[in-house]
């Protein structure tokens, strides 16, 4: 075959004849597929790199396989989806497959056009992060490719998940609160349009959690909950809100960093120093958070793992399992300097 340049495709006959083996065992170290010895997959990549050969995404489909994984997300803002991106491509590096990223958007119009689009790419699975539509239609696409979703705590036979325990996590946030002295504490959810069942979704998890831990500190009368968005704005309008409110929180917890960051920016705006007049936590344990700026004290659910994980899983997968598997990380408190004890708190 000839490129578009003249030059003639290196082909995989090339890449067994420089390495002195078969097309089939270029082939099963392309797929790395077991029963390939050290020796052969280093001689193979040698001979790969040497040749400069790349191979035929439209041949690599009619044959089955395309060596491409999609990854929706909901969208490019939040810094914790890049931890999960690079925890999947470094599950991925050298195995030949490559990661497809596109958005689904905030509407499941745009989400379900989206997902289509990876299906009709023929990758060979699909990762989707904190999916809007439905477990039907989610089970429907996971019948075509496999599929792992990350972020919803369902259960299915047809498609993987991988989560964070959520309740464990906003327990510790809102009880490290109470444990510095705060009662008046308030939590920031996030609203979208999911057809999941409430239960599974993660915002849902965190605010229930909340306000079951407020109530059994017998501080069912200080819930206060702001329903907007894991963004920026979201979390700043939020903070509006509840800073607005009558008897004026001593303490937030936003259930995304992202959101945290604009508790933050609305503080400032208000006149309010942190921690000294409010104390803030946020969730996911973002890079950002951990800027000394910033230093926000968050729960860490550990997304490269959960990235890497997703990675393995689809590999599995794909090379044949068909039994479902349900992962779930466990999160830790990372304490930083936005939150301390309420500076009306009486002296022991």
């Known amino acids: 075959m000839v490129t578009r340049g003249g030059r003639r495709r290196v082909t995989i006959a090339d890449v067994a004849s420089r390495a002195q083996v078969s097309t089939t065992a270029v082939s099963k170290v392309l797929r790395d597929a077991y029963g390939v010895s050290p020796a052969m997959k280093e001689r193979v990549r040698a001979a790969i790199e040497e040749l400069g050969y790349r191979p035929h995404a439209a041949a690599r489909a009619m044959r089955g396989r395309t060596f491409t994984v999609g990854v929706m997300l909901p969208h490019l803002r939040n810094p914790f989806f890049a931890d999960i991106v690079d925890g999947l491509t470094d599950e991925l590096s050298g195995t030949g497959y490559q990661a497809i990223l596109v958005q689904g958007g905030s509407t499941q119009k745009a989400e379900k056009a989206a997902m289509d689009a990876l299906v009709d790419r023929q990758v060979d699975g699909i990762l989707l992060v904190a999916p809007l539509l439905a477990r039907a239609r989610l089970e429907e696409v996971a019948r075509q490719v496999p599929v792992v979703v990350l972020g919803r705590h369902e259960r299915s036979p047809h498609f993987d998940a991988v989560f964070d325990d959520d309740e464990t996590g906003a327990e510790l946030v809102v009880n490290h609160l109470i444990e ?70 001593t303490a937030i917890f936003a259930g995304a960093d992202q959101a945290a960051f604009g508790v933050l920016a609305a503080a400032h705006d208000a006149g309010l120093s942190v921690p000294g007049d409010l104390s803030v936590a946020g969730y996911d344990n973002t890079k950002l958070a951990a800027l000394p700026n910033i230093s926000l004290t968050s729960i860490d659910q550990p997304g490269v793992v959960m990235g890497g994980t997703a990675g393995r899983l689809l590999r599995e997968r794909i090379e044949g399992r068909t039994t479902a598997v349900r992962f779930s990380v466990g999160p830790s408190l990372i304490v930083r300097r936005s939150t301390a004890a309420p500076a009306d708190l009486p002296e022991a």
């Not at 959810?189 to 965190?206: E, M, W």
């Open 180 to 249: 510095l002295g705060h009662r008046r504490i308030a939590h920031i959810t996030h609203q979208d349009n999911s057809t999941a069942r409430p239960g599974d979704l993660l915002h849902v998890i965190r605010a229930d959690t909340y306000r079951r831990v407020m109530r059994e500190h017998g501080l069912e009368d200080e819930i206060a909950v702001a329903t907007t968005y894991y963004s920026e704005e979201g979390g700043y309008d939020g903070a509006q809100e509840l800073l607005r409110r009558p008897s004026r929180p």
